[in-house]
């Protein structure tokens, strides 16, 4: 694992009375990702990942916290495809607002939505959740 700049460590401290928030990924991924590419390289790209790839592709989502008082917790959200469960969240965060589930203002997604009715609205999806 090495720290990663994750959109978490911006989001969670706007609704979650926190210290400190760490983005954390697999090393190996962390290197990839922290490597300039030249635009050359960028430009040769494919648009995306092939759908073979996608169907393949598996994610998980690890959110440990630690209380003041010692208690702790963790959370975790594993699935397929990050790719198609981000058109399906961007689609379903848009429904919601239009509904008018969601109070004004600039939000995080956890303080738009009740999370774990969202998380179960992806279970379909092939999203699992727990906490504990």
Same mark, same amino acid.
């Given at each position: 694992?090495?720290?990663?700049?994750?959109? !978490?460590?911006v989001t969670v401290p706007r609704h979650v009375k926190v210290?400190?928030?760490?983005?954390?990924t697999e090393a190996t991924l962390g290197a990839r990702?922290?490597?300039?590419?030249?635009?050359?390289?960028?430009?040769?790209l494919p648009e995306g990942p092939t759908e073979q790839a996608r169907r393949t592709q598996?994610?998980?989502?690890?959110?440990?916290?630690?209380?003041?008082?010692?208690?702790?917790?963790?959370?975790?959200v !594993?699935?397929?495809?990050?790719?198609?469960?981000?058109?399906?969240?961007?689609? !379903?965060s848009a429904r919601r607002?239009?509904?008018?589930?969601?109070r004004p203002g600039v939000l995080a997604l956890a303080q738009a939505y009740d999370a774990s009715g969202f998380l179960d609205f992806l279970a379909p999806h092939g999203i699992r959740w727990t906490i504990g």
């Amino acid at each position: 694992m090495s720290g990663f700049p994750l959109p !978490e460590v911006v989001t969670v401290p706007r609704h979650v009375k926190v210290r400190r928030v760490r983005g954390l990924t697999e090393a190996t991924l962390g290197a990839r990702l922290s490597t300039p590419l030249d635009p050359a390289v960028i430009d040769g790209l494919p648009e995306g990942p092939t759908e073979q790839a996608r169907r393949t592709q598996l994610f998980t989502y690890v959110t440990d916290a630690l209380a003041t008082d010692g208690r702790r917790g963790r959370g975790v959200v !594993e699935g397929r495809d990050t790719y198609g469960t981000t058109a399906v969240i961007a689609v !379903e965060s848009a429904r919601r607002l239009a509904a008018g589930y969601a109070r004004p203002g600039v939000l995080a997604l956890a303080q738009a939505y009740d999370a774990s009715g969202f998380l179960d609205f992806l279970a379909p999806h092939g999203i699992r959740w727990t906490i504990g």
